[in-house]
């Protein structure tokens, strides 16, 4: 794609300086480590523009150089290459969930520098919560003693991103009444702050790691544990719908007899396929073998052992988030799907299983159409989506180019 605009469509020319700035630097961003003539040729710039645009990047730290492979059969010297600066910025990147919370230091190259986790108890309130939260970002902040681009904030749905606000939280109702994004943006009023979906921003940052080269034109990420939600990423752009609650994949129906769900709703896929729902019906099969304070590694370790009860308890799971995707397949037609979050822990077993059973139910053309795969470095994966949304709003962005000295 060429990036390049002339100062002839009206613009000023710090208008078309910010705007060769933001192609550099995502160049930069998307390749890892590039030439100063790659970017030249993938922008459409001059070098005299590249060597000008990139030495002043260099001098605020937000490029460095670094020596490049030699590519096979080069002689000479090996060319200089650019990458973005892991010394002076860093991104923060906050993750709601409804059983605990995290907080993330990274620098510019995507590197995780901290993660802090904290467990929330059941019958903490959001005020209770929000206090720990600023208390760990704070020391976050002060120990770094770098200069913050910006917060990003995780939560999850459904959530309108234009208001930024949770409108349901299942069995966690308190949060729908909390502005969390909006305190967090008052109390760090210096510091760009930035919110998203947490399955929007993991499909965000399983796109940038699988999706990006697998040839995909629509990308169906399932994010499968504390709460059931999806991300679409089409033609590589992470579809949000009008309100920012496209992909709520938990609050579709799979039996319309089912109980009623708190979003208004009957027989939901969250409330049979939740990390939730899975730990009462272990509790309930007597039969099962677990520590009586049993967490998510007992069960992953149980079901990697093949304890057959946990296995039958595990699968049934696998089968009912089957169903919901068959629906998503039949709706949205995607090529690659990507299961992430908690549920990636039980492994390739667990998605075959998945993988089987949409295989039963859906036409076997469309099926041929199907790749499934893992997520991953899948621990972080929503923290690292925000990463990349922080990082895109800020660097990408000619509206937030300004701040950057």
């Known amino acids: 794609m060429n990036y390049e605009i002339k100062k002839s469509q009206g613009l000023t020319l710090k208008n078309v300086q910010e705007h060769n700035r933001s192609a550099i630097l995502r160049e ?19 070098q005299a523009t590249i060597t000008r645009a990139v030495q002043r990047l260099v001098d605020e730290d937000l490029l460095v150089e670094s020596i490049m492979g030699k590519e096979k059969g080069q002689r000479g010297r090996r060319s200089i290459g650019l990458q973005l600066s892991p010394n002076l910025y860093r991104i923060v990147a906050v993750r709601l969930q409804r059983l605990s919370f995290k907080v993330a230091l990274w620098d510019l190259t995507g590197t995780s520098l901290k993660v ?16 720990q939260i600023v208390k760990i970002i704070d020391q976050i902040i002060s120990d770094c003693r770098d200069d913050v681009l910006g917060i990003g904030v995780t939560l999850p749905g459904p959530f309108l991103e234009g208001s930024e606000r949770i409108i349901l939280m299942t069995e966690s109702p308190e949060w729908q009444d909390f502005d969390l994004v909006h305190k967090l943006r008052e109390h760090y009023e210096e510091i760009p702050l930035f919110s998203k979906h947490d399955a929007k921003a993991a499909a965000l940052s399983v796109w940038n790691s ?15 544990g504390q709460g059931i939600g999806a991300g679409i990423v089409i033609n590589g752009k992470v579809f949000r719908g009008s309100q920012g609650t496209a992909g709520e994949l938990g609050h579709t129906s799979i039996d319309k007899d089912g109980p009623q769900c708190h979003c208004g709703n009957s027989g939901c896929l969250e409330m049979y396929s939740s990390r939730l729902t899975l730990f009462r019906n272990l509790k309930k099969n007597k039969k099962v073998s677990l520590p009586e304070q049993f967490n998510l590694n007992d069960v992953v370790e149980a079901y990697q052992k093949r304890s057959k009860e946990v296995v039958i308890e595990v699968d049934k799971i696998g089968e ?3 169903q919901g995707l068959v629906n998503s397949i039949n709706f949205l037609n995607p090529d690659l799907i990507i299961l992430g979050d908690e549920y990636a822990s039980f492994g390739e077993t667990f998605l075959n299983t998945i993988e089987k059973s949409v295989r039963e139910k859906i036409l076997p053309k469309v099926f041929e159409n199907l790749t499934f795969a893992l997520a991953k470095q899948n621990e972080h994966l929503v923290i690292t989506g925000s990463y990349h949304h922080v990082l895109q709003s800020t660097l990408f962005d000619m509206n937030h180019l300004n701040f950057v000295n």
């Open 320 to 322: 009912i988030l089957a």
């Open 116 to 131: 802090v986790e904290k467990s929330i108890n059941p019958s903490e309130k959001p005020f209770g919560v929000f206090d």
């Open 210 to 224: 699988q999706g990006i080269n697998s040839g995909s034109e629509v990308m169906l990420y399932l994010s499968a």
């Open 28 to 46: 930069v961003y998307e390749r890892g480590l590039c030439s100063r003539t790659e970017i030249g040729d993938k922008v459409g710039l001059d």
